[in-house]
Each structure stands twice: as C-alpha cells, then as structure tokens.
C-alpha cells in the first residue's frame, strides 16, 4: 500500500540567468504573473492537491521568497487594516499567503544540478514520499496535475514522472522522452529515459515535464549518483532514475491529461505565460482580453 504524501521540495536556489539583469535583485520565483508570483502559483496547485508541507530549497541572497510567504509587514498591515473595506481585503489576501501551507526554507549546499536539493531536502522529508516539482513551470490542468501524479503513485506504489505528449522537433532536444509500456491508460512503466534523443533516436512521444513523486527508494540512487560524479560536473536527478532502471526498480510515467504546461523559464515563454494568465485572471481577464483583441488588430492593420 502506497504511504500518504504531505510533501513537496521545490527547488530555487539558481541566480536565474536567463532572465537577467532583473534577476539580479528579484528571484526568479516571484517574477509576476499578474499580482501573483510564479512560485505562489505552483503552491497553489500542490495544495489544491492535498500538500501542507512545502519546502523550498534556496540560496542565503534569496531573501525575498521567504520575505514573501512570512508574516505581512506591521507598517503595511497597519495601513491596509485601518483602510476601507477594499484594502482590508488585500490584507486577508496577504495573511492568507503566509497560511496557504507549512513553509520549511532550507539552504542548498552541494555542486550545481536538479539532484542537489533533493538531497538537501533528505533529512527534513525523512523516510517518506514526496513530491519534487520546479518553481518556474507548471500545468493548468482541467483536473490538478498533481492529483494526477498522485493518482498514478497511489495505484503502483513507485515513483511517479510528470509528462506530456510533445511533438514539436525543437522539443526532442529539450526533454527526455520514455520507453516502455502502458500499464494503465495514460500510464507507461518506464524501461528507459532517453535525454535529448532528436526526432529519429525518440522512442516515442511521451516527454518528462513538470515534476516527480519521489519514493524513498530514489534517495539511495541519488547518492550513488553524487559518489560517481566526475569533479566540475552537476548532479541530474534522472541519473538516479537511470540507474534505478539498471537495476529493473519500477518507474511509472504518467501523461498529464487535458492539460496546458507553462514553461516561465526564458524571456519569450515568460511573457507568453503572463499574457495566458492576464486573460485568466478573474479581475482583469475581460478587459485584458478586450485590449489585446484590439492591439492585435491594429498591428495587424498596420
């Protein structure tokens, strides 16, 4: 019987690079999507899917993650609290980040790569199950993309790989792809990961995005990945999925269903995520909407 999850690690130590020179004060986890940050995005999708316990993984410079899910300032919730009933709303808005889920800010120690803070993670999670997703992407899915997970994790007991069917020729150089064989419908026990495979060398369609369930069993791997790694090299949290397969350890692929995947880690897709967003958002969707239907045309126009 699969053990509950409580759990998620969500790694945000990097300077973000790709997104400089604003990056070099703001993290790239609180980059807005509207009046939300990116990171506050993702953790509302974990919570609506059962996770209380959040950890994030970040860096000492990186002061305003914490600063923003801790207690609202007493200068500001002054003025917000002593203000009509608008700006009383805003502050419950507020005090409801800090409550949204148990926040665990831990700092990252290691060599460079998406398997350091899962290992840094290790001893606050303990010999439990876990979910480990990104700060910079996410699915907006007609059912939770973590429920799904979930899903697939409560019926195989095995760790669990976000993915998405993708079928552009750029994507066959950006992700790893799956072989293996469906166990249950949208549901592939995985027999290999091929990194980056291009168009010809793919085994199929089925592309790693989004995140992963993390049983303990994963952490040993992992840890013999860090042993074996060449000096100056990072540490990939696939390789310890690699050598798990090696070892004929069950991992199960499970396809995010009726879903949308936003990727805000590059300028280009980091707009396009907010435009998404804007027309999303209960306030100002319509007339975000509006705007853009009439910008569009007198460009078009032009």
């Not at 990727?263 to 907010?274: P, Q, R």
Request: charged share 20%; aromatic share 10%; proline share 6%.
């Amino acid at each position: 019987m699969a053990q509950a999850i409580h759990t998620a690690v969500i790694p945000a130590a990097g300077f973000g690079t790709r997104m400089l020179p604003i990056t070099k004060s703001l993290s790239k986890e609180m980059l807005p999507l509207v009046d939300k940050p990116i990171l506050q995005v993702v953790i509302e999708e974990l919570v609506e899917a059962g996770i209380r316990n959040i950890i994030i993984v970040t860096m000492p410079h990186k002061t305003d993650i914490a600063d923003y899910f801790g207690p609202v300032q007493p200068e500001l919730a002054a003025l917000l609290g002593g203000g009509d009933s608008a700006k009383q709303a805003i502050l419950r808005q507020l005090e409801d980040v800090q409550h949204l889920a148990d926040f665990t800010f831990i700092e990252q120690q290691g060599v460079y790569g998406t398997g350091t803070p899962v290992l840094c993670a290790a001893p606050y999670v303990g010999n439990q199950p876990f979910i480990y997703t990104f700060a910079d992407d996410f699915f907006i899915a007609k059912e939770n993309s973590y429920v799904q997970m979930l899903q697939a994790y409560e019926r195989h007991a095995a760790p669990v790989i976000a993915c998405q069917v993708r079928t552009a020729p750029q994507d066959y150089l950006a992700y790893a792809y799956m072989d293996g064989a469906q166990v249950h419908p949208g549901e592939v026990r995985v027999r290999a990961m091929i990194e980056k495979p291009g168009k010809d060398r793919a085994p199929g369609d089925l592309a790693s995005i989004g995140g992963f369930i993390v049983t303990p069993e994963v952490l040993p791997y992992l840890q013999r990945a860090k042993a074996e790694l060449p000096a100056g090299r990072e540490l990939f949290f696939n390789s310890a999925f690699d050598r798990m397969l090696a070892d004929g350890k069950t991992l199960i692929a499970r396809e995010i269903k009726d879903a949308q995947y936003f990727d805000t880690g590059k300028k280009l897709e980091y707009m396009k995520t907010s435009v998404a967003m804007a027309a999303r958002h209960p306030e100002i969707g319509a007339d975000f909407m509006t705007f853009l239907r009439d910008f569009v045309k007198e460009r078009t126009e032009q």
